[in-house]
């Protein structure tokens, strides 16, 4: 439930920042529309006084054949140039109706991942407190620390994985809160996704995102290496291989970030690893 939670905040997100820059560049585009209104409403207004190119009549009485054609020339491009900006207006005007239909849709998704949001949140919400007063209840809530310094790493990841795993271990000790990005306190794709991102790479927020976005790195279990990420049967949850048979993860509510032995326990709940 709280992943779903999760999920539906960053598609209310993502939603609601499309819509966003689409209305800034329906703004731009409006912008340029007025403008050609107003040049094509000049136009109209010069052609109303003098008579839609009044040069034709001086035409006549000229003799030399070439200043003739040249002034001819010099009409036409006129002409089409006038014609050019009513096809540029007609199709600023299009795009922007078209554009305007776009960020409507986009809004109504907005909104409708906004309404999940908050009926899943409630659910969390109850949920949280009923698990939090169960574990202050049998004395197993363990509030954490969110200046917690944490614990080195010395495993043997090297590169960006030992860059991610070192922010990872350092987040020993804080503790774990749905929806937490940090600094204080993580969720368990929160804490992948801020390793990662120290490590240069820029995980999506849920697990059930991160899951889809290796779906082309996904690697047997049996040859999992430090830094891979370890997801759950169900995607409730996930963690990040430390190496050595651990696992270092954010667990749940009234806990904290820790390491852990991947036992038999762990083994037999995991669905499958990505590495980044």
Known sequence: MVERYNQATEAHKKAKKTYDAL??????????????????????????????????????????????????????????????????????????????????TVLREADAARDKVRGEKAKVDKLVERQTKLLRRLGRFNKGDPASPGIPYTGAASGNARAALTFAFAQVGKPYRYGGTGPGSFDCSGLVQAAWRVAGVELPRTTWSQWSWGAARRVPLDEVEPGDLLFSKGLGHMGMYAGDGKMVHAPQTGDVIKVVALDDYWRGRLAGAVRP
């Open 23 to 104: 209305n800034a560049d329906v703004g731009r585009r409006k912008a340029r529309a007025d403008a050609l209104r107003g040049d094509l409403a000049a136009l109209a207004a010069r052609d109303y006084r003098l008579g839609a190119f009044p040069a034709w009549s001086g035409l006549a009485g000229r003799s030399d054949p070439e200043a003739v054609l040249g002034s001819m020339a010099s009409l036409d491009q006129i002409a089409q140039a006038e014609a050019s900006k009513v096809r540029a207006f007609e199709a600023a005007t299009k795009d922007l109706r078209d554009r305007r239909d776009r960020a409507r």
